[in-house]
């Protein structure tokens, strides 16, 4: 029942999908234009109904030589297109060779497949060569990260297994790595603060050991913990590079100065006076001891302007509505900015804020209404711009770090949910309706979600076969992330379930008498720099 009904849900918004895919072809054909990404699929059919060498003619007889990197992210259909020119060159004395690492086959979600690079290092055509020298991290990190993986060889199964059960890379340099483990117990906005703080901690002490902050990378799963982490940093303090766009519209000091300008416009707008109570209280710079945080922002929030600003008095503001309102955006910006004392800290974010809010004023006019409209315009492309090669901490997510290094590497937020459940496949369900007609199969969107282990076959074998590969890439994402670093390793994961189910890996591993006597042998104090695994 559970399937017939997912089946038909699917068909409806599939129809829909098509009837997209048709006005898009239609745009496409009447502007005589074609998707990049639709190259790969256009030559795979051409191959498939046209003779090889006529699509290959020129380059084919041009190259014999070939050299891939990066296999294991290779997309089925690529490498498929690619082999005809493969098969050409080796048959006229040429060559390929094809460089790649399943473990760090993370990019499943765009069509790579570690189970064409699995088979091809099976192939008997294929000489394998296995490199086992690690160059590039300090033999404490090479050591865990071996006994690490190997122990979570154990959860995969089937081929998956060997591509760590047997990790046993060596070290070339002659120098001590430094790892620390740390999981916490906190959650939701408590855990939130408390690694960011302890992101900034951490950073303090490596400066005053005598490194700089463009040694400093920190990797995370997605760019919405690079947001959390850019803002807090850059807020306090430290200089911070991003690939992703550092938006102002992130900074909770801004959108304090903004909540001011809508309580300036609109007295009764309560949800922003909210906003403004609590951006103070959980920055201390107002308490009250009769009340607690929730009753000084529903008692105070609801007020009038008037009452509101002796409220602020009464906390030591010199909150004067009447003369903020007389004053030209611009100055009412740096007024805000000197009465809560927002510049102390020098927060680029107000720096960068200050120029837009001046580019505003010289070329548009001094309404706030007018100038609130039209941050609504520009918020969603308003950053700091901090120019490379500059001396500040790096920020990038794990994928973006791939087959880079950095002295130092601070992973936090190690912990993420296995995604199950989310993913889709195209699949044939012709068999499961008579009425279908032989000639066109009926294909349809279907979830890869626990309930198909209860569905007929063979949707509980494709799920068992999803599960592998999902927990997969997820090692897979631990493993890159893991391996970034020459000197020294950060890793700070946490045990909020809701957060996710990787930090299990780790506290599984903790837990082995493997991993006890590891500790004893590798953590030991005496040496250079002491090492810790901290639980």
């Known amino acids: 029942y559970r399937f017939y009904k997912n089946c038909y849900n699917s068909l409806f918004l599939v129809s829909v999908l098509g009837g997209i895919d048709e006005k898009i072809e239609n745009i496409k054909r009447d502007n005589n234009i074609v998707h990049i990404s639709e190259f790969n699929q256009i030559v795979f059919r051409f191959l498939q109904k046209n003779s090889v060498p006529f699509i290959y003619e020129k380059i084919g007889t041009k190259y014999r030589h070939y050299f891939i990197d990066e296999f294991q992210d290779t997309s089925v259909i690529q490498w498929k297109n690619i082999m005809p020119l493969v098969e050409e060159g080796l048959s006229t004395g040429g060559s390929c060779l094809i460089v790649g690492d399943g473990k760090q086959s993370i990019y499943r979600w765009r069509g790579g497949e570690v189970d064409q690079f699995l088979n091809l290092c099976d192939s008997h055509k294929a000489r394998t060569y296995s490199l086992n020298i690690n160059y590039r991290s300090g033999k404490e990190i090479v050591c865990f990260n071996n006994e690490f993986f190997n122990f979570l060889s154990q959860k995969l199964t089937g081929s998956y297994n060997r591509l760590y059960n047997n990790l046993n890379q060596k070290t070339f340099l002659n120098k001590d790595g430094f790892l620390e483990l740390t999981i916490l117990n906190n959650s939701g906005l408590a855990l939130d603060l408390e690694t960011l703080q ?63 300008l809508l309580v300036l416009i609109n007295e009764s707008d309560f949800f922003s006076k909210a906003n403004m109570l609590e951006y103070l209280i959980s920055n201390k710079m107002i308490n009250n001891i009769r009340l607690n945080n929730h009753e ?73 209404s007018d100038f609130i409209n ?30 880079l290094e950095f002295p130092i590497v601070v992973f936090p937020f190690a912990n993420w949910k296995d995604d199950l459940g989310k993913d889709q496949m195209w699949c044939d369900v012709s068999n499961f309706f008579s009425n279908t007609n032989a000639d066109n199969n009926l294909i349809t969107l279907l979830p890869l979600k626990k309930e198909l282990e209860a569905w007929p076959t063979p949707f509980p074998s494709l799920y068992i076969k999803h599960k592998d590969k999902v927990l997969l890439d997820n090692i897979n994402l631990l493993y890159v992330a893991m391996t970034r670093s020459e000197d020294r390793l950060y890793v700070i994961s946490n045990n ?7 930090s299990q890996l780790f506290l599984d591993f903790l837990n082995t008498n493997k991993s006890s006597e590891f500790k004893n042998d590798v953590f030991k104090s005496g040496q250079k720099l002491k090492k810790q695994l901290l639980n």
């Open 496 to 502: 909020d379930i809701k957060r996710g189910n990787i």
């Open 296 to 368: 000084i922002i529903t008692t105070y929030s609801k007020t009038t302007n008037k009452d509101f600003q002796q409220f602020l008095i009464n906390k030591g503001f010199n909150y004067d509505l009447e003369k903020l309102t007389n004053l030209n955006i611009y100055e009412l910006i740096e007024n805000l900015i000197r009465l809560f004392k927002l510049h102390i800290n020098n927060n680029i974010y107000i720096t960068f804020f200050l120029d837009f809010v001046f580019e505003y004023s010289t070329s548009q006019n001094n309404s706030m």
């Open 198 to 260: 302890l992101i900034y901690n951490k950073i303090q002490s490596i400066i005053k050991d005598n490194y700089c902050y463009s040694d400093i990378v920190i990797l995370t799963r997605n760019n919405k913990e690079i947001t959390k982490i850019a803002t807090y940093l850059t807020e306090n303090g430290i200089p911070i590079i991003s690939s992703e766009s550092l938006l102002l519209k992130y900074s909770s000091t801004i959108n304090f100065l903004l909540n001011n």
């Open 374 to 403: 039209y941050w609504n315009q520009k918020k969603d492309i308003a950053s700091i711009v901090i120019p490379d090669g500059i001396n500040a901490v790096e920020i990038m997510t794990i994928h973006k770090s791939k087959g």
